[in-house]
């Protein structure tokens, strides 16, 4: 199997221009490298890709603030046989 997850705290600044970069190599390129930390990984989206996209605000009588989150998720299907070829290769 194998994932890459993260959360942090940054600016919007800096998740604008993270998105950007994705979106260039969906655009320019056969593969995606995510990079977080030393932590990277690359991925080869094919067509078709499902995109999900979520807006979400949690807020409860009593709260002085709401929980507002954006969701986006790319998922698509690529040909693999073994445990191995379906396997996301995290490098560190």
Request: glycine residues 6%; proline residues 3%; hydrophobic residues 30%.
């Amino acid at each position: 199997m194998g994932e890459l997850e993260t959360e942090e705290q940054t600016t919007r600044a800096e998740i604008a221009n993270y998105l950007r970069d994705v979106a260039d190599q969906l655009d320019d390129s056969e593969n995606v490298r995510l990079e977080i930390g030393e932590t990277t990984v690359e991925m080869t989206p094919t067509d078709p890709i499902t995109f999900k996209l979520e807006g979400e605000s949690d807020w409860s009588d009593g709260d002085t603030e709401a929980k507002q989150s954006i969701e986006f998720e790319l998922v698509w299907r690529r040909a693999a046989t073994t445990p191995s070829e379906g396997r996301l290769q995290v490098e560190e």
